[in-house]
């Protein structure tokens, strides 16, 4: 470990003036944020206010057209691509459906990165692999092709393959899409979990108001309309101060046409 | 108007003036199973376009009535005729529920939301279609490059993709592919031979069906068949896969693990195919003569060993092997670049995936075809044959 793990409020991810579009259409319009190591920063807004695409930008799906993404000490858009492989082998990603290699069983898809990227011999790769899964509650699925499992199954095992390389921040986008209350419930708990006992800075993509609260220690709203980042703070200082409407109404849970 | 037992009459709309007001009465059944409710619109635009000197409109409901949808987009058209005609409207006799949905869709009454580009001249068009083309090209180009760039990674031994998903992949498009090859191979062979002895019989030469076949299958067809098959068969299987891969995200997952789908997944596929084309030519002419010397032996009554011994002669140069062969390995490329490529530039809904499977097998024949034409001018040209 680096000196900066021991500061223990230093910004692990930060963001700077980040702006994003698709061809000739501006998503994201000057996005500044910072995570905190071993924080929980929600990224919160309605539908279309360019959430995931901030998340792809995060992880070096798509190039913002200005501003920097820094992970500690390092910018990661700069870079060239080794580096940025490199910085990438620091975290781990939920897709919303798991996004499970589907050629490959549930072990396979958990020990690929493992026998990628480490020297381990293929017993250990199998044993840490197994102990991933059984961290997710699906030990004894290791066989299961990704269509066998149900969807609840899928998301918790593509959250065992993020985890396969013991990554400092995990990235999830909408943990709670297309799960019934009480296995999203069970997703947050486990969120709640990894972070007090191994460390992890999460950074959570959703619009689930019991997931917010759960599971946050910092929270960015995005607007669709205005395409910035309209609030930034804890979701239960922002529900209660925040001076911007929309954000208030979002958290309460208030319909503004009413 | 007969009216059946059991059921309220028709949807009719009642104007009547007083003071001032219109008032339009709604009765009998206005639902969407009956039949349509013209001759009411008519009544309704009669009564409004009659009274000069009415300032208001009133709706109410008569006794009986039944309604659903058809009544509201009824009076939801009436509405907007009212706002052009600067008619206030009186809705208060009308029941609450039905109010509640006119509420509901107040705000999208008259406005329409324009869809960008919905509307293009024939100039707009044509700009258009010139950089979508040079955009496929460049992309395609592109994809060469990434590809060949990998190929040479796999050589330094950096690239990574598993041996078992190659052999898998030998699997699916080689030994999989064996029984449709023997088919067709075998059909298209006896069906030379056929054509051809027919021919030859007018110069007296049957027995050159030998040589026709086989030439045939070795210079030309085989390859030609095999690669249609693939090209339907394998082609597609890459593009659909590919695309699905997308649509999953599992292609985005790999790129963050920083795994290049470039290495994992499309090296060991296309490389498959070129590994694999060629031998299933080669049992693909094998078959293909087989076929023939089913109609020589027992159609047109030559030896067993007269036949093999015609055959033997007029392959006696390794070259149209050899020729036919070579082009077999162009066509592999082809056939699995474009499947791949398709797949990998799929869109983002399951419609684009369709497009991607028909345009990798539509692009990939045509450029087989295409390939075929040049090899043989070029043969031609070289003077190797």
């Known amino acids: 470990m680096n000196s900066e793990a021991n500061n223990i409020s230093s910004p692990i991810v930060s963001a700077k003036g980040v702006s994003l579009s698709y061809g000739d259409y501006v998503v994201l319009h000057d996005v500044t944020f910072n995570a905190i190591r071993g924080q929980a920063l929600v990224v919160m807004g309605g539908s279309g206010c360019g959430k995931s695409t901030l998340l792809k930008s995060l992880v070096g799906l798509l190039e913002p057209v200005s501003g920097a993404i820094r992970y500690g000490d390092q910018d990661f858009w700069a870079s060239d691509n080794q580096k940025r492989d490199e910085i990438s082998r620091r975290f781990g990603i939920l897709y919303q459906g798991g996004a499970l290699w589907s050629s490959m069983s549930l072990l396979e898809n958990v020990s690929l990165p493992l026998e990628m990227f480490t020297e381990l011999s293929p017993k250990e790769v199998r044993e840490i692999a197994e102990y991933k899964l059984s961290l997710v509650g699906l030990s004894g699925f290791g066989d299961f092709r990704p269509a066998q499992l149900s969807g609840g199954m899928r998301k918790r095992g593509g959250l065992a393959r993020a985890m396969s390389l013991d990554p400092e921040i995990l990235f999830f986008d909408e943990p709670s899409a297309g799960l019934d209350p009480l296995s999203s419930r069970r997703l947050d708990d486990l969120i709640l979990e990894l972070k007090e006992t191994l460390g992890i800075t999460f950074i959570v993509v959703t619009h689930e108001l019991p997931s917010i609260f759960a599971i946050a220690d910092d929270s960015i709203f995005l607007d669709a309309e205005s395409k910035t980042l309209l609030a930034c703070g804890h979701p239960a200082t922002l529900r209660d101060e925040c001076s911007e409407d929309k954000v208030r109404h979002f958290l309460l849970r208030q319909s503004n046409f009413s | ?385």
């Open chain 2, 1 to 385: 108007m007969t009216v059946e037992q059991g059921q309220s009459p028709l949807g009719r709309v009642n104007c009547k003036v007083e003071k001032g007001v219109l008032h339009c009465r709604f009765t009998g059944r206005w639902t969407i199973d009956t039949v349509s409710q013209e001759a009411s619109r008519l009544s309704w635009k009669r009564g409004l376009a009659d009274e000069k000197d009415i300032i208001k409109v009133s709706f109410e409901i008569g006794e009986g009535a039944e309604w659903d949808s058809a009544l509201v987009v009824f009076i939801r058209s009436c509405l907007i005729d009212c706002k052009e005609s600067k008619l206030s409207v009186d809705m208060s006799r009308l029941p609450s529920g039905l109010c509640k949905l006119f509420l509901m869709t107040k705000e999208k009454l008259v406005e329409k939301v324009e869809l960008d580009g919905s509307e293009q001249g024939f100039l707009t068009a044509v700009g258009e279609l010139v950089f979508a083309v040079a955009e496929a090209t460049l992309s395609s180009v592109h994809f060469l490059g990434e590809w060949t760039l990998s190929l040479f990674r796999m050589f330094r031994f950096k690239s990574r993709f598993r041996p078992s998903d190659f052999l898998e992949s030998c699997r699916a498009c080689g030994a999989a592919a064996l029984p449709i090859v023997t088919l067709v191979s075998f059909l298209t062979g006896l069906t030379m031979a056929f054509v051809g002895s027919v021919q030859l019989a007018k110069f007296n030469a049957r027995i050159y069906v030998a040589d026709l076949v086989s030439l045939a299958m070795v210079r030309e067809m085989g390859g030609l068949m095999v690669a249609i098959v693939m090209a339907g068969r394998t082609g597609a299987a890459f593009a659909a896969e590919l695309g699905n891969m997308k649509l999953n995200e599992e292609i985005d997952s790999l790129r963050t693990f920083g795994i290049s789908p470039m290495d994992f997944l499309i090296l060991p596929r296309t490389l498959a195919l070129f590994v694999m084309i060629p031998m299933l030519t080669l049992y693909a002419d094998v078959v293909g003569m087989l076929g023939g010397m089913v109609v020589g032996l027992f159609v047109m009554d030559f030896s067993f060993h007269h036949y093999i011994e015609q055959t033997q002669t007029a392959l006696s140069s390794m070259w149209d092997i050899y020729s036919g062969l070579a082009k077999t390995i162009v066509f592999g490329g082809i056939i699995g670049m474009v499947g791949c490529q398709k797949g990998l530039n799929c869109g983002n809904d399951s419609a684009a995936l369709g497009n991607a499977v028909t345009s990798a097998v539509v692009t990939s024949i045509t450029l087989v075809v295409v390939a075929d034409a040049l090899f043989e001018v070029f043969y031609n040209v070289m003077g190797w044959r």
